[in-house]
């Protein structure tokens, strides 16, 4: 692959595009902002995970080598010249598009650009901040088809499965992240507390979700689909608070992003503008 598309990590990125065309489907807004409100996620989230590998070229000169600045395949001055440009080129676009987008977009440019140099190795608080990123990317798409109020129910969801991921992930290599320097919620206050608080945003998600369905936010359509994610996250809730080792810790953030997923396709599945169509 490419030195400057690997270090996008395009696969994190085309996912948090999945938002803003979600939301496109529940709308049923196919317009040309839709379509540079997704170019300018992918180009801020990519330059996002860009510059986290630059302030990272020295841990994964040891422990990821093979990534484009460790590996020489990209210097480190091209690496932060390459993301300062991205981000610019987004926001350029996001302001195109309109103000609002144009302010989120450059609040999330400096925030991700913050994460990566201090944040992420804080207690809580680079969970917070990947998770608070993850459900704006729903406001976002919301804002450019002018579902403000809907995305912002999204956006809560995405924000407590991916909390729920966040803290799962630290526990997978708790040891690792000490040798950084970082200051985890397991390595702060144990796998313990950090498996009950994981499996609190789980069950807190899993029991609130179908509240949308009699909101009127989806058809009934979103239920079943949506009864399958549930499942795997309460399933998963129960698997973490019973073991906390790192083998499960990995196979449960594996889980977790499966039933995000799952959960997605019944946000889409779900959408009034689907349910129309197939009425007619």
Same mark, same amino acid.
């Given at each position: ?6 270090? +996008? ?33 992918? +180009? ?7 510059? !986290? ?8 000169? $040891? !422990? ?7 590996? *020489? ?7 932060? #010249? ?6 610019? #080129?987004?926001?350029? $676009? ?9 302010? $989120? ?9 913050? =994460? ?7 207690? +809580?608080?680079? !969970? ?16 450019? #088809?002018?579902? $403000?109020?809907?995305?912002? =129910?999204?956006?809560?969801?995405? @924000? ?15 040891? *690792? ?11 702060? =206050?144990? !796998? ?34 949506? @009864?399958?994610?549930?499942?795997? @996250? ?15 810790? *990995? ?30």
């Amino acid at each position: 692959m490419n030195p400057y598309l690997e270090i +996008l990590r395009p696969g994190n990125a085309v996912m948090a595009v999945i938002a803003i065309f979600l939301m496109a489907i529940i709308s049923g807004k196919f317009t040309f902002e839709v379509l540079m409100a997704a170019v300018v996620v992918f +180009l801020v989230t990519g330059a996002g995970n860009s510059i !986290n590998d630059y302030f990272d070229h020295k841990i994964d000169a $040891i !422990n990821k080598p093979q990534r484009p600045i460790p590996s *020489g395949r990209i210097s480190l001055k091209g690496a932060l #010249v390459y993301s300062i440009s991205l981000f610019a #080129v987004g926001i350029i $676009i996001a302001f195109a598009i309109n103000l609002l987008l144009g302010i $989120i977009a450059l609040s999330s440019s400096l925030l991700m650009i913050y =994460y990566a140099q201090d944040l992420k190795t804080k207690c +809580l608080i680079g !969970n917070l901040s990947i998770s608070f990123l993850t459900g704006l990317c729903f406001v976002f798409g919301g804002i450019a #088809v002018e579902q $403000i109020a809907v995305s912002i =129910y999204l956006g809560f969801y995405a @924000f407590l499965m991916t909390m729920a991921r966040e803290i799962v992930k630290d526990m997978e290599d708790p040891e *690792g992240d000490k040798e950084e320097g970082a200051t985890t919620l397991p390595i702060v =206050y144990g !796998n313990r507390i950090s498996s009950l608080l994981a499996a609190l945003f789980m069950i807190i998600a899993s029991v609130t979700s179908p509240i949308l369905y009699f909101m009127g936010v989806f058809s009934v359509f979103y239920l079943p689909v949506l @009864f399958l994610a549930i499942v795997i @996250f309460l399933y998963s809730a129960m698997s973490i608070l019973k073991d906390q080792s790192m083998e499960n810790s *990995g196979k449960i953030s594996k889980r977790i992003k499966l039933g995000m997923a799952i959960t997605f396709v019944a946000f889409a599945v779900g959408s009034p503008f689907l349910w129309s169509l197939l009425v007619k």
